[in-house]
Structures are given as structure tokens and as C-alpha cells.
């Protein structure tokens, strides 16, 4: 293979990488949800654990994909600009000192949705604009 056929695999492989950051990832809760919208700070707030409670006083299930995944890696990274790394060490943190629960953690998009179908206090994270009439997007990251 020649030097173009490098440059054009790098530019390829640049595109598609590209692709995979770029793309947005919506926040999901059940249709019959209390929340209408989240602003950023709220989504923040929520999936770093500072807000665990919706205004009435329930509790916030919180839902999380697969941590090797990269919707979850995606959302992470544009939500706050940290790895999963990072994440799990600040949790751990938070956690050891009594301050936080870990987030349920579900495999992928499917089983997010079909959690979220069922539990209508728990809000997760999906990188589908698509979801059925039982779920409703209440944010996204971009």
C-alpha cells in the first residue's frame, strides 16, 4: 500500500471516529414522569449525584449504561469532559463518604428503554432520538 492508501485509511478512520463522538445523546425518563425538561446544570447535577430527589421528594432512579459502552463513554465525555475513568473515581468517592448510590447500570439502549418503560421514577440515557409512547425525551447532550 502506497502513501495515499495510508492518508485516505487515516482520513477514514478519522471521520468515523468523529462520527461516534459527535453524536447527541438524549435523556429519557417514563411518559408518565413529573419532568417535563432538563437544562444542563440539572443533567449534571442528577447523574453526578448531587441531585437525588425530583421536587415532591421521590427519589431519582438513576440509570446508567454499561460503563464499557460508548454511549456511555459519549455522554461522560460531553456532559462534564471526563472518562469513565474519572467518573467511577469520582463516584467511588462520593459513595465511600455516604453521600451517593451508584446508578443502576444496564446493558445498552434496549434495556435502558424497557427499564424505563416500567419504572416511572427513574431517568437514563439513550443515544436514540426514537423512543416509544411510554418514554419521553426530557434533555439531551450535545
Do not use: W
Not at 57 to 67: A, E, F, M, S, Y
Not at 84 to 103: A, D, K, Q, T, W
Request: hydrophobic content about 40%; charged content about 25%; glycine content about 4%.
Amino acid at each position: 500500500m502506497g502513501l495515499f492508501g495510508y492518508i485516505s485509511q487515516f482520513f477514514v478512520l478519522m471521520i468515523l471516529t468523529c462520527s461516534v463522538v459527535s453524536a447527541d445523546v438524549f435523556i429519557v425518563t417514563n411518559a408518565e414522569n413529573e419532568l417535563d425538561e432538563l437544562d444542563t446544570k440539572q443533567i449534571v447535577d442528577i447523574f453526578m449525584g448531587r441531585t437525588k430527589f425530583y421536587p415532591t421528594g421521590k427519589r431519582i432512579v438513576l440509570v446508567d449504561q454499561d460503563l464499557s459502552s460508548t454511549v456511555t463513554e459519549t455522554f461522560y465525555q460531553k456532559l462534564v469532559n471526563k472518562t469513565i475513568n474519572e467518573i467511577n473515581s469520582y463516584r467511588s468517592r462520593l459513595l465511600f463518604s455516604g453521600r451517593s448510590v451508584l446508578p443502576r447500570q444496564l446493558d445498552d439502549n434496549n434495556t435502558v428503554i424497557e427499564f424505563l418503560r416500567h419504572e416511572k421514577d427513574a431517568i437514563g440515557y439513550i443515544d436514540l432520538p426514537e423512543v416509544t409512547k411510554d418514554l419521553k425525551v426530557i434533555g439531551h447532550v450535545k
